[in-house]
């Protein structure tokens, strides 16, 4: 079993609409939660970071962590063409060390 | 420059020859990760290096990938007798120590081509 599990996608959703991404993950270990955005033919970049339990907020992004399910989340509001990307979550140990996701590729239809 | 640099951008390999592909990471960065990327299995972690500048630990599949590190901002990954499996994009990743830091910052990686 890995030790972070992404839901596989692909997704593909209207504009508008509201995306749901979501990652399980085994060691307790883990204490820092990121994702990153990954476009064709580029490298992921750091879309979010957070290390506790709860919401975290920027624009039309969420990053949700629930560390006693082992369970974390982005949620993307009023999608639009723009994020259509591959999400890849990843979670560190204290010693800084990722654990990637296999990545879940979104597509948002105009 | 600021960010992550990979060469060559696509590489083109003879099935059983030995590629080796570059990273330059950003200054001050200690932690580098070497990133395997294909369409049928997902992304895995090839080798993972942190402070010291000759150790590396090698990953999944097997012995035949390897990471130098002559200066700590540059990173060599060796692919020893490629398969054609080894058909994939090479992102090389850096991260500074700080606990804050801990996001990495990626190249736009090398797509490997073996035939």
């Known amino acids: 079993q890995k030790e972070v599990e992404q839901d596989p996608g692909p997704l593909s959703v209207p504009e508008g609409a509201i995306v749901s991404l979501n990652c399980t993950y085994s060691?307790?270990?883990?204490?820092?939660f990121m994702w990153y955005r990954q476009y064709s033919r580029k490298g992921p970049e750091l879309l979010m970071y957070?290390?506790?339990?709860g919401n975290k907020e920027d624009g039309r992004f969420t990053a949700q962590v629930d560390k006693s399910s082992k369970y974390i989340s982005l949620f993307i509001r009023d999608s639009q063409p723009s994020d259509s990307a591959t999400y890849l979550c990843?979670?560190?140990?204290?010693?800084?060390?990722?654990?990637f996701g296999d990545g879940t590729t979104l597509t948002v239809k105009p | 420059g600021a960010g992550v640099s990979q060469s060559p951008r696509y590489k083109v390999a003879k099935r059983g020859r030995d590629v080796a592909l570059r990273c330059d990471s950003i200054?001050?960065?200690?932690?580098l990760y070497w990133y395997r990327q294909t369409l049928g299995q997902g992304s895995e972690v090839l080798t993972y290096?942190?402070?010291?500048?000759?150790?590396?630990k090698s990953g999944r599949p097997s012995g035949r990938f390897s990471a130098e590190r002559p200066e700590r901002s540059v990173s060599t990954l060796k692919i020893q007798r490629t398969e054609q499996g080894d058909s994939a994009v090479y992102l090389c990743?850096?991260?500074?120590?700080?606990?804050?830091?801990?996001?990495?910052?990626f190249g736009s990686g090398t797509r490997l081509t073996v035939v």
């Open positions: 200054s001050g960065h200690v932690t």
């Open positions: 060691n307790s270990a883990f204490q820092y």
């Open positions: 990843a979670i560190n140990t204290n010693a800084g060390k990722s654990t």
């Open positions: 290096s942190q402070s010291d500048a000759q150790r590396d």
């Open positions: 957070t290390y506790s339990s």
């Open positions: 990743a850096s991260s500074g120590q700080r606990w804050d830091d801990y996001g990495y910052t």
